[in-house]
């Protein structure tokens, strides 16, 4: 029997590190060639890392949370034959977890209350080991490479607070439903077992890994009567749950790129309405005699086209701004980000070179990025390289709103919600279709004029939109 590391593989080029965000074998495991066992981020993007050999898991490189550099030892598996580590060459050691700050607390008063007469003095109190400190941009996460996954060990370090406190929830563990959206995890035998006794899977506590719910977890359920305190928890009663969720993965990315948005773009934002009238009259026409195959047409493409047109006039607009160097990279490609809002959180799939689509391949090509992005498929050059956004929060996009830029770039267009309203033609009221365009842009570049110039003319394009057609 040898022993094979598996290190982290260069997932990108130009990436140095990526996050850990789901382990799918457990240290035990027996693992077969090319089977998928961890899934690391970068950018958004979900990188799967499969087994080169056969072999049994017997140590992991990190936990879920933890960001990985390139090149560092993974998972280490007992093979059948050498493996890759030379005899006598020393294995990656196991991180060391630190103290918690509340737990080295616990440990000096401890040691505190040993010292002291009443306690006999002359022992020391052994601190109990927890979990790692933040580092860098790391957040808290244990580095145990034994612990448990995150959402269990946020659950049982709650539990052990509480204990300790003396604290009693309102309800039952039984019966704390699951985050909207969180799918339980469970074989099919038991989630058989459970629809035929008519129990939601969200509010049954797995036990095994990666929170999955077992037949034992079922039994647990029933026994405890978990229904019945359910309905019994429906009234006016005081909820004291405060349940940790770690930022990981995604929502990690996304908090970093806010973050340098907030910290180093001096936002402006013009806000100016649209008569759409004219446009929704034409999308549908062409909707209505669309040839086979050709996908439906929302408002999106005819946007895309018009800011294609705007920033041939305005093409220092497509730009991404490096305030490190101090220089502006002006593109001559339109590479549009569509802001989408996913299972996991919000991501900006790019359709690349917009000025060389027309409106039904805009249409196609937006399309077939939202779905990757929904379904987690998108690549890492799928969630790149834009140079100007578009979002919109479809009927719910309110009828003002600030969006936050894309940083680096230095412009992003918002898209309100679709009213009918009553406007004057200059005899009398009519109903109109008419829309905000809420746009932002980085004032230490874009001048508010030259803003204001740009969402006249996508005003004046869409108002109009027979002009999006028309070359100059």
Request: proline residues 7%; contains cysteine; aromatic residues 4%.
């Amino acid at each position: 029997m040898g022993e094979h590391v598996i290190k982290l593989p260069d997932v990108g080029e130009g990436v140095a590190e990526a996050e850990l965000v789901e382990w799918l074998a457990d240290i035990g495991a027996n693992v077969r060639e090319d089977e998928v066992i961890a899934s690391v981020m970068t950018d958004k993007a979900t990188v799967e890392i499969p087994s080169p050999v056969e072999g049994k898991i017997i140590w992991r490189g990190g936990d879920v949370g933890d960001v990985l550099a390139v090149g560092s030892p993974l998972v280490r598996l007992e093979v059948d034959g050498a493996g890759n580590v030379k005899p006598g060459e020393a294995p990656p050691q196991e991180k060391k977890p630190e103290a918690k700050p509340e737990e080295k607390k616990e440990d000096k008063k401890a040691k505190q209350d040993s010292s002291s007469p009443a306690s006999g003095g002359g022992v020391e109190a052994k601190g109990r080991d927890g979990g790692g400190q933040a580092n860098g941009k790391t957040p808290p996460q244990s580095t145990a490479l034994t612990a448990l996954p995150a959402r269990e060990g946020a659950q049982k370090e709650n539990d052990r607070v509480r204990d300790r406190a003396g604290e009693q929830t309102s309800a039952p563990k039984s019966a704390m439903p699951r985050p909207e959206g969180e799918k339980p995890l469970a074989s099919p035998a038991v989630r058989k077992r459970a629809a035929d006794a008519g129990v939601d899977l969200r509010r049954v506590p797995g036990s095994g890994p990666a929170g999955r719910i077992t037949h034992e977890d079922l039994d647990a359920f029933f026994s405890s009567d978990g229904e019945t305190a359910t309905a019994r928890g429906a009234g006016y009663t005081r909820n004291t749950l405060v349940k940790d969720v770690p930022v990981i993965g995604l929502r990690r990315k996304i908090a970093e790129k806010m973050e340098a948005a907030n910290n180093r773009i001096v936002p402006i934002t013009y806000v100016d309405e649209v008569d759409v009238t004219a446009l929704e009259d034409l999308r549908a026409e062409l909707n209505n005699s669309r040839k086979e195959g050709r996908p439906k047409l929302t408002i999106l493409p005819f946007l895309m086209r018009a800011m294609v047109k705007a920033i041939s006039e305005q093409p220092h607009l497509n730009a991404i701004y490096d305030d490190e160097a101090g220089v502006i990279h002006q593109y001559g490609g339109v590479h549009i980000g569509i802001a989408a809002q996913t299972p996991n959180g919000l991501m900006v799939p790019v359709v690349k070179h917009a000025e060389a689509r027309d409106l039904w391949d805009c249409a196609a090509e937006a399309a077939r990025l939202a779905d990757a992005a929904k379904s987690g498929k998108a690549s890492r050059d799928e969630l790149s390289g834009s140079t100007i956004t578009i979002t919109s929060l479809g009927a719910m996009g309110g009828i003002v709103t600030t969006p936050v830029i894309n940083h680096p770039e230095v412009a992003i267009v918002g898209v309100n919600k679709m009213q009918v309203l009553p406007r004057w033609n200059g005899t009398e009221f009519m109903p109109r279709k008419v829309m905000n365009l809420s746009s932002s842009f980085d004032h230490r570049v874009i001048d508010g004029w030259d803003a204001a110039v740009f969402v006249q003319r996508l005003k004046a394009l869409l108002e109009t939109p027979a002009m999006i057609f028309i070359e100059n």
